[in-house]
């Protein structure tokens, strides 16, 4: 097949046939551009991926239609920041940017109310602020807002879609970028779509995946994981009033979308384009790595879902190119690294780095996050990490068991401990977690636990114990000076800058109660910011520390766009890396995972060398490199040690 000729041919016929008539004559060009530049692309891969079809090339002309139509209703301000974008396409990758994660309604009264935080947010240098989702959802249970019913519609305890806009004002005119959710590979099952499917109609039930018999349920369920085993058992959830089974990866109440029907790649671009054209700044791509699925095949990371979420970001260039994606695989470090591409997701979650993180703090010893992230941190250079220490999720431990087995750790009989371990089951331990989805099958389980929580704060406060608390201030400190110094966005989970614990109240709730990511998910108070404004307080100690850091980010550009090299410290317990801008800056990263004091060789200067010296940022002092001694540091204690270019 001659793709080019047949391309060429096809876009023409598109373009006689579509209406562009609504645009204007410079958006009439500035489409007539985009589109000839990403078609060519757009359709090698929906032609990779819907070949069989037999309305692949009516669904392709819809598609073009929607674009259009899209690209027609987005704002002004939008398009013009579709132009500054495309020109500063690095944007993520500056030292100024600083991320949040946060429930409207943890924070907030509603959306309207959040406008005031924004004072708030600025003080603490946020730049980019990721909402969860704020959709209209079902009452009750709807896995926090990830089960959605109508993407054009706010949740009405939240607000309204005009509040949501004059948010995004507000945030932008603050420098504040806005993430929003991309929930696509389901809806919930009270969205439109799935009602009339459920209601008998023929062309809706083709949007999920309906089976009326169960032979084909089983052969799928072979070669599945199971992602909430203790909701459900399975992956499929039978629906007695149509006597079907409809494919649920997660909730019962989340029906799975059907993506090798092309009409629903088609409504979804529609409200992709429709989130994009809300003003927001990137969507969060959740739960990307199931959007495809294939008989035989855990139908996780599949090269079709490649292909479609490629196929979603040559739609975004055409209608809204200001937009980026951001992944959310949290998978296999060897899938996660697949969807990032300047043509995929510009921006990913980083699930390693965070469990490997927690990894050193339960063993005190480097050596596996060393082994790891020296050959699995880097990335595409167009491309950003987020990095984090926790989310609204769980943690699960998404290391490879090839780097574990290379250093005589069997991943399996690891990951127990660390269950253990981060649910306080380990004698010693001081974590204060909890458990989430054991699946009885195979003893696997996920952590759930706030920052502070986790890093031994809870348990330091209730024993009263100056030691344990010591101890736990420096891992929190520890932790986020990885995630602002690493390389890419650090992305904070509000609340864990004001030190907050688990929340145990979700348990009296009906609708929260078998769900414990609920206790990593506390409500803020402004007794809770007060206490950590407040000096002498733990929490001010925290909050202090934390902001120290920020600012120093803030004002060097080494922590912003440049390499990053992971470094042998010759300890076992020191973590260190080397940042290079192109300016020549350099910066070195040592960082103590143990309660020891503990030395790192010499040999780690040579990396800032020619110099002899060293600013040490965080304590604000010159240090001179002493080659006999090397340098040592206090228990968890961190050194950013920098050196200006000559
Ligand atoms: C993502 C979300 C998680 C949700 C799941 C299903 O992993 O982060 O909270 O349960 O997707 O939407
Ligand atoms: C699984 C999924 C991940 C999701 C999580 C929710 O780990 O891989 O996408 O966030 O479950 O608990």
């Given at each position: 097949m001659n793709l080019t000729l047949e391309c060429k041919r096809s876009l023409n016929r598109i373009l006689s046939r579509?209406?562009?008539?609504?645009?204007?004559k410079n958006d009439s060009k500035i489409f007539h551009e985009r589109l000839t530049q990403h078609f060519p692309r757009l359709f090698e891969l929906l032609v990779t991926v819907y070949n069989e079809r037999y309305d692949m090339h009516y669904q392709l002309e819809q598609l073009v239609q929607q674009l259009a139509d899209s690209f027609k209703a987005r704002p002004a301000a939008q398009k013009k920041k579709d132009k500054q974008r495309l020109n500063n396409p690095?944007?993520?990758?500056?030292?100024?940017m600083l991320g949040m994660a946060c429930y409207v309604d943890l924070i907030a009264e509603d959306l309207a109310d959040l406008q005031t935080k924004i004072p708030y947010f600025k003080d603490l240098g946020i730049t980019y602020l990721h909402l969860m989702p704020l959709y209209k959802s079902p009452e009750g249970d709807s896995d926090g807002g990830y089960?959605?019913?109508?993407?054009?519609?706010?949740?009405p305890k939240l607000g309204t879609v005009q509040e949501l806009n004059n948010l995004a004002k507000a945030l932008d005119k603050a420098g504040i970028s806005l993430v929003l959710d991309f929930v696509f590979n389901h809806t919930s099952d009270e969205h439109e779509w799935a009602l009339k499917a459920r209601a008998g109609d023929e062309d809706f039930a083709e949007y999920y995946y309906l089976f009326e018999d169960k032979s084909i349920v089983d052969e799928y369920e072979k070669t599945l994981r199971e992602i909430f085993p203790q909701v459900r058992r399975g992956s499929f959830t039978y629906l007695e009033d149509s006597k079907k089974w409809v494919w649920t990866t997660f909730n019962s109440f989340q029906w799975d979308l059907n993506y090798s029907n092309p009409t629903v790649f088609t409504a979804i671009v529609g409200e992709m384009l429709f989130l994009a054209n809300l003003g927001c700044d990137a969507l969060r791509l959740d739960a990307l790595a199931f959007i495809w699925k294939e008989m035989g095949t855990t139908c996780e990371n599949q090269p079709k879902a490649h292909k479609l979420i490629q196929a979603f970001n040559a739609c975004l260039q055409i209608a809204a190119p200001a937009v980026v994606f951001k992944s959310e695989a949290i998978v296999h470090p060897d899938e996660v690294?697949?969807?990032?591409?300047p043509e995929e997701c510009q921006l990913s979650y980083n699930p390693l780095t965070m469990a490997l993180i927690w990894n050193s703090l339960a063993t005190r010893k480097t050596r596996l996050i060393t082994q790891s992230l020296s050959h699995r941190f880097a990335i595409n250079p167009d491309c950003t990490w987020v990095n984090y220490a926790r989310c609204h999720d769980d943690i699960g431990w998404t290391f490879d068991d090839g780097d574990a087995g290379i250093l005589g750790i069997n991943g399996y009989d690891h990951r127990l401990f660390l269950n253990k371990f981060f649910t306080g089951q380990f004698e010693g331990s001081y974590a204060t977690g909890m458990g989430f989805q054991?699946?009885?099958?195979?003893?696997d389980c996920r952590v759930c636990g706030s920052l502070a929580s986790l890093a031994g704060l809870e348990q330091a406060l209730e024993q009263q114990d100056p030691h344990l608390l010591e101890m736990s201030i420096g891992r929190i400190l520890l932790i986020h000076s990885i995630l602002l110094s690493i390389g890419g966005i650090p992305l904070l989970y509000a609340g864990d800058e004001l030190g907050m614990l688990n929340d145990?109240?979700?348990?009296?709730d009906d609708h929260k109660k078998h769900d414990s990511r609920w206790v990593n998910r506390p409500a803020i108070s402004n007794e809770d910011v007060v206490l950590a404004h407040t000096p002498g307080t733990v929490q001010n100690r925290i909050n202090q520390g934390i902001r120290h850091l920020i600012k120093i980010r803030k004002t060097h550009p080494v922590l912003g766009r440049a390499k990053t090299q992971v470094i042998h410290t010759g300890s076992d317990h020191l973590f260190g890396y080397q940042r290079t801008h192109e300016n020549g800056d350099k910066l070195l990263v040592l960082c103590n995972f143990s309660e020891n004091e503990q030395t790192a060789h010499a040999s780690v200067f040579e990396h800032l060398l020619p110099a002899s010296q060293a600013y040490d940022l965080i304590n604000d002092e010159i240090i001179t490199f002493d080659f006999n001694l090397g340098k040592t540091l206090t228990a968890y204690q961190v050194s950013w040690l920098y050196v200006k270019a000559q």
């Open positions: 579509v209406d562009l008539s609504k645009l204007s690095h944007w993520h990758q500056s030292e100024d089960a959605v019913s109508d993407y054009r519609c706010v949740n690294v697949k969807y990032i591409a054991f699946n009885p099958e195979n003893g145990y109240s979700f348990l009296q």
